[in-house]
C-alpha cells in the first residue's frame, strides 16, 4: 500500500556513518529520504519484474492484515495506558489522604505521562484503522492501473527508433 519501502531502504536512509561529525545531519537524512522516496514505483508506473507484480498480488492482504495488527497493538497499548491513569489517579488520592506531597507531584507526573501516551496510542489506533481501510481499494486499484499501463506500454514499445520495418524516420 502507498509502495512502502523496506527495511533495506530504512537502513539505508538511517546511516550514520557518513555523518557521524556533521553538524547538519538531518540533511544527509532527510535527502537519502526524499531519493528513496522517489525511486518507489508510482500508481501509473508498469512493472519492472514478476518480483513487483507478485508483491503487488499479495499487498491486498498483507497489508490491511499489517495495519490491523498494528491498530490492534495500539489498542492494547491504550487500555494499559488507561489502567495506568486509574492506578496513578488511586495514589494520587491515597497521597491527597496521607498529606504527602512528594507522592503526590509523583502521581501527577504519572497522571500526566500516562495521559499523554493513552492520546498517542489512540491517534495511532485510528490512524491504523483508517490505513486498514484505505489500503484494500487503493491496493485493488494499484494492481489494475499498473497491470494496464504494463499492457499498454508493452504493446505500444514494439517499434523502437532503429527498427527496420519503421515506415517514417
Known amino acids: 500500500m502507498f509502495h512502502l519501502i523496506g527495511w533495506y531502504e530504512i537502513s539505508d536512509i538511517l546511516d550514520l556513518n557518513d555523518e557521524a561529525e556533521d553538524e547538519n545531519y538531518l540533511s544527509g537524512i532527510m535527502q537519502r ?7 518507489r514505483p508510482g500508481f501509473f508506473t508498469p512493472y519492472q519484474n514478476g518480483n513487483e507484480f507478485a508483491g503487488e498480488l499479495v ?6 492484515l499489517a495495519s490491523t495488527i498494528g ?9 494499559i495506558a ?16 496521607m498529606m504527602s506531597a512528594e507522592h503526590r507531584n509523583t502521581a501527577l507526573e504519572g497522571i500526566a505521562n500516562s495521559l499523554t501516551l493513552e492520546g498517542l496510542t489512540l491517534l495511532g489506533t485510528v490512524a491504523g484503522a483508517l490505513l486498514t481501510v ?5 491496493s ?8 494496464t499501463v ?6 505500444t514499445d514494439c517499434g523502437e527508433d532503429n527498427d527496420s520495418f519503421l515506415i517514417y524516420r
Open 59 to 64: 499487498a491486498p492482504i498483507w497489508y490491511p
Open 140 to 147: 485493488l486499484l494499484s494492481i489494475v492501473t499498473r497491470s
Open 150 to 155: 504494463t499492457v499498454v506500454t508493452g504493446t
Open 82 to 97: 488507561a489502567c495506568y491513569f486509574v492506578g496513578f489517579l488511586l495514589y494520587g488520592l491515597a497521597s491527597i489522604i
Open 33 to 39: 529520504a526524499v531519493s528513496k522516496y522517489r525511486e
Open 134 to 138: 484505505l489500503s484494500i481499494p487503493h
Open 71 to 79: 491498530a490492534a497493538l495500539m489498542a492494547f497499548t491504550a487500555l
